[in-house]
């Protein structure tokens, strides 16, 4: 049964190849975007949804619109940001925005789109092992560390608060993806991360909401 995907940050990278496997097997998908790249442009199944910023508050109540009553099955927070700050010479403005970008995004699109969940729908926050305090071993990336434990926590929150309402919570942690935003620098391919988060989502429920999972399955630490 075909099934209705929202993605934010589809036009590249991991989003791109999670709306590409994902519409190839039927399924709708709804790519929210600020812009869109010509290859989602090429995907079947796709219906793009074009100058949304997940930190402006009015782009997402258009988008919201735009999907008056679509019950969404899952809902995947993808759009992110990196930037890299050295100690002694800190850019808080830098710092904010990532802040804005990969925590309060993510929550913003969840609010947002809280109408267009039902029971058993799924919400999917792709996060990074490099939120995981305990797994803080080399220091420094301030702003992104930040904003991707923040997000972890902000999700936990929301696993508790939707279980009552049959919707189940991942936060995902793609690997270190060979993509625009390292450089292509990366040890997997987006196709396979991204094959990896959506078996994720498959095995997502109720009982194992609030998991923090590599996507080759592996639980991470807090």
Not at 30 to 35: C, W
Not at 169 to 189: E, I, R, W
Request: net charge negative; hydrophobic share 40%.
């Amino acid at each position: 049964m075909s099934r209705n995907i929202l993605i934010t940050g589809a036009n590249r990278g991991i989003g791109l190849a999670m709306a590409q496997q994902l519409s190839a097997q039927g399924d709708t998908v709804y790519a929210l975007v600020r812009k869109a790249s010509d290859a989602l442009s090429q995907c079947n199944q796709v219906q793009i949804i074009e100058n949304i910023d997940v930190t402006d508050t009015d782009a997402l109540k258009s988008a919201t619109q735009s999907l008056a009553g679509v019950n969404i099955d899952i809902l995947i927070n993808n759009a992110g940001i990196l930037a890299d700050e050295v100690l002694g010479n800190l850019d808080f403005e830098s710092i904010r925005r990532q802040f804005e970008v990969n925590c309060l995004g993510p929550l913003k699109v969840t609010e947002a789109f809280l109408g267009n969940l039902s029971d058993g729908s799924k919400v999917a926050q792709v996060t990074s092992r490099m939120g995981s305090i305990e797994d803080n071993t080399s220091g420094g990336r301030y702003g992104y560390r930040i904003s991707k434990t923040a997000l972890n926590s902000a999700s936990m929150s929301l696993a508790r608060d939707l279980k009552p309402n049959g919707i189940a919570v991942a936060l995902l942690h793609p690997g270190y993806v060979q993509t625009d935003m390292v450089n292509n620098m990366g040890d997997v391919s987006a196709a396979t991360a991204a094959k990896g988060l959506l078996q994720r989502i498959e095995e997502l429920d109720l009982n194992n909401s609030g998991s923090f999972w590599h996507a080759n399955g592996e639980l991470l630490p807090w």
